[in-house]
């Protein structure tokens, strides 16, 4: 299985050949099979999800790539890698799911292991436009915030990031928008209901079915739609 074409494009312009990478949230991996088709030395693949290290191993073994390329099942707010360890830092699509504390934890983490003159992508979506989509999306977040205090998603703008990994001492290279309109197909919200379904079922239910119903109908009237903007983020971290 090929990278997704939004992959292939945040990497075109940044040089992979040789150099030892870092897929933080490592996803179905298709950032690493990115990193692998471009060349890269070495891919650690880092996510706290057993499902997805189950299905990004299973990924590399099709490939027949496992041996450039470890899966660590692990919290991006410990990354198991020494200190100055990798050229080349992704995260595509990661951002979204972390609330801002973590994100925080996170990027100071990703900035550990950097080593001097490292490239850092970071690809995500822009806030989303008044739609029905982010209807949906604000339904999973209130689920979420009722249940566990956090939100299921936070959509940061480009320049939110670039200030914050600009406090962990990064230079910006390019902001570049990848992906516009965002498809969002019915079988994806339908994903999103079902995260919807989990987090409601713990909450009394005079709460949990007039959100859940809202969240239903919503995703059945939607079906697919597209909108919205996925942007890709480049910076670099100093020399010393």
């Known amino acids: 299985m090929e990278a997704p074409s939004t992959v292939e494009r945040a990497l075109a312009d940044r ?16 950032t690493t099979a990115g990193l692998l088709e471009a060349g890269a030395r070495e891919v650690h693949a880092v996510t706290n999800d057993p499902d997805h290290a189950a299905a990004v191993r299973d990924r590399l073994a099709d490939r027949g790539d496992g041996d450039r390329a470890t899966v660590h099942l692990a919290d991006l707010r410990s990354i198991p890698l020494p200190d100055d360890s990798v050229e080349v830092v992704t995260a595509h699509a990661l951002c979204n799911v972390l609330a801002p504390a973590q994100l925080e934890s996170i990027a100071g983490e990703l900035t550990r292991v950097a080593a001097p003159g490292a490239t ?70 339908e994903a999103h209901v079902d995260v ?10 005079d709460l949990a079915g007039p959100l859940l119903d809202r969240a239903e109908r919503l995703a059945t009237d939607i079906g697919d739609a597209a909108v919205g903007e996925m942007y890709s983020l480049a910076m670099r971290y100093p020399r010393g």
Request: one cysteine or more; charged letters at 25%; proline letters at 8%.
């Open 120 to 189: 850092l992508v970071v690809d995500d979506y822009a806030p989303i436009p008044d739609s029905p989509v982010r209807e949906l999306f604000a339904v999973e977040n209130a689920v979420a915030e009722l249940a566990d205090g956090d939100p299921a998603l936070t959509f940061y703008p480009a320049t939110g990031l670039r200030r914050l990994f600009t406090g962990h001492g990064w230079t910006h290279d390019r902001t570049e928008t990848i992906l516009e309109p965002v498809p969002w197909t019915s079988d994806l919200l």
């Open 15 to 30: 040089t992979i050949d040789g150099r030892r990478c870092l897929e933080a949230g490592a996803g179905v991996g298709n």
């Open 196 to 205: 919807v379904r989990d987090r409601a079922a713990g909450l009394p239910d």
